[in-house]
């Protein structure tokens, strides 16, 4: 019996990704992060949907290897959720239809949300939990939130940021600090745990949520009185850690023994994940994993199409 292989397709807001897996695991991964002009903090959508539309046959690179194609699996969504929509989502949407149509194989539609919980279970190891409940940290530059997950098509959220997301004050203090767009990575090389804290941050929430602007406005006001960039990003990266201690402590004793995943690009964060990773309770996705791509959808496919038990006819 020839293998069977899954596509997955992922089209968001700054990546184009495209990945192949088998029934056990993902066979390649091919991502292009959009160009952002610099100096700027993002794309409109019509910037987006052309470079995914123009990106894609490039990442496709060479023929499958042997082996039947059982499913397709995309990414249409940014959420779950009443209104959560994109028009990026669609390029991947259009090119995932039209391989199930070559192919005569179903589509599997899954939100962006659920392909990176996906990704970050099977990176982790503990693809079980598609099945079971469990936490989840969407940290990305559209999404700061903490979920509850009764396995992985019954997501609800627990707290949020309820005005930017972290990933949003990490690409802003990038561009004032004159950095390449997505920030995260040069950031990331800047940051030194030695350096004196400026200040310690103070949280506010409303209704619940965690508001982040007014560390933006901090950000801005530390630059204006020329504190160094070294101090500035270690002042960035507490807000970060203490942030998401803020938002997840009331939550750790109510759902005992419950594993928490971290995944969305800003898991990536050394600092993040040298601060909570050596617990066993947290999961951390390898960052190839974490950042934006289409493993996780591909992989979903492969979950549905086991519990729909398609046999192509």
């Not at 392909?115 to 939990?129: T, V, Y």
């Not at 109510?254 to 309770?281: A, E, I």
């Amino acid at each position: 019996m020839m293998e069977r292989l899954f596509l997955g397709f992922d089209t968001s807001n700054y990546t184009t990704s495209l990945a192949l897996c088998s029934e056990n695991t993902v066979l390649w991964n091919r991502k292009q992060i959009l160009s952002v002009p610099e100096g700027h903090r993002g794309l409109r959508q019509q910037e987006a949907v052309f470079q995914h539309i123009q990106n894609l046959p490039k990442i496709s690179g060479t023929a499958l290897p042997s082996g039947q194609v059982a499913a397709v699996g995309v990414s249409v969504r940014p959420r779950n959720a009443e209104g959560s929509y994109m028009p990026c989502f669609t390029v991947g949407e259009s090119f995932a239809n039209v391989s199930a149509s070559f192919f005569n194989v179903p589509v599997f539609s899954f939100s962006h949300q659920q392909g990176h919980i996906a990704a970050g279970l099977f990176s982790s190891g503990r693809q079980d939990l598609l099945n079971q409940r469990f936490l989840a940290f969407h940290l990305s530059g559209g999404t700061t939130e903490l979920l509850l997950a009764d396995g992985i098509d019954h997501i609800s959220v627990l707290c949020a940021s309820d005005d930017i997301t972290f990933g949003q004050l990490i690409d802003r203090t990038g561009v004032l600090l004159e950095l390449p767009f997505p920030c995260g990575k040069a950031l990331d090389d800047i940051f030194s745990a030695d350096i004196p804290l400026i200040e310690k941050p103070h949280f506010s929430f409303h209704a619940g949520n965690l508001s982040l602007s007014g560390f933006e406005n901090k950000i801005r006001s530390f630059l204006e009185k020329g504190i160094s960039k070294d101090k500035i990003v270690r002042y960035l990266f507490s807000v970060l850690v203490s942030g998401v201690t803020e938002m997840v402590r009331p939550f750790l004793s109510d759902y005992p023994d419950v594993p928490l995943l971290f995944t969305g690009g800003v898991s990536s964060n050394r600092y993040l994940r040298r601060f909570f990773g050596d617990r066993k309770r947290f999961l951390f996705a390898e960052p190839a994993f974490s950042c934006d791509n289409a493993a996780g959808v591909a992989l979903l496919a492969v979950h549905e199409w086991r519990k729909e038990k398609w046999d192509g006819k």
